[in-house]
């Protein structure tokens, strides 16, 4: 074994807030790393961490972490408008970086990530929870298949009562998770998208939106997010000409296949046509147990350690980005569609790029 494999993965975590102390659990759990430092701007809940994590330092200085040379990965779950200042400074101090989603606040800002990681060679990874979910995995085994047919529509609910955030409405806070799955699940860009929206609680930062995104393969998709729901759902359906998917996230049965459909026969005569409803058995597949967020962090530290190339996922990151972007202009302009340039989509082939 080398010796940059024999010794723990130094990491500094940047931001205690929200996400940053479900990073901080699974960190203290990896044998492979060493937490070096902790990272906030706020004294008081960085004295408490720091109280939990003693062999830590905590530090209101990010630069500390980005000038020791020891450090080899940080790690940023800060609000969205400071990843890249913070994401672009690590990279730049020669550090592997992993970001909350979404990656930047732009395309541009994304853009120029992608970049620095390949001009300094580390790896750059944003925190996309929901691709590690076993139930989202499931399903995208069960599309890869063809067991549920041509797809014909996605419908996905992403909708609570809060919490509600100041700094990005809600199609920057919820939509990349749908974003991504949708992505993830379609190996597709969309070519158009529309938003509608509207800021019911602060004037300017909408807090429920409506999303309708085309695909080239002819899917289409439907988003709802929302800060004003009265219960928490998480739940996506999914119909094809064979079957149909029901994936809800934290029910005790996350994937229900449905063998159920329409079955349409071709008219003989003028003025007639054949239906017929098909209703059949109702499939729940075994998933094993298994935490996404620890999966993520594995995959992201197995990286630093063994120096890998770039993942996939994180110019699927770069294209979330994109696809929020559109969605809010669209958004703004009061829902007036977006046409969406592909050229540097990680499904560029699939657009006819």
Known sequence: MSPHLSKPTRVGLIGLGYWGPNLLRILGDMEQVELAYLCDFDAERLARFG??????????????????????????????????????????????????????ASTEEADRLLALAEKHRRTLMCGQTFLYSPAVRAVKALLDADEIGTVYFISMNRVNLGPYRHDVSVLWDLGPHDFAILLFWLQQMPISVLALGRDAIAKG??????????FPSGVIASVELSWLAPSKLRRATIVGSKKMIVYEDGSPEPIKIYD??????????????????????????????REPLADELREFISAVRRRGVQHEFVTLARDVVVLTEHADSSLRAGGI????????????????A
Do not use: W
């Open 205 to 214: 930062n909408a807090d429920v939106a409506f999303v309708s995104l085309t």
């Open 51 to 104: 109280r939990r994590h003693p062999h830590a330092c905590a530090t209101l200085d990010s630069d500390k972490i980005m000038q020791d040379p020891t450090v080899e990965a940080v790690l940023v779950a800060t609000p969205i408008h400071t990843h890249f200042e913070l994401a672009s400074r690590s990279l730049e101090a020669g550090k592997d970086t992993f970001v909350e989603k979404p990656l930047a």
């Open 337 to 352: 569609p977006r046409q969406i340039n592909h050229s540097r989509s990680l499904f560029a082939s699939e657009a006819g």
């Open 260 to 289: 159920h459909g329409i079955v349409y026969e071709d008219p003989e005569t003028f003025g007639e046509y054949a239906l017929s409803y098909r209703t059949g058995d109702i499939l729940l597949p075994h998933l094993e147990p």
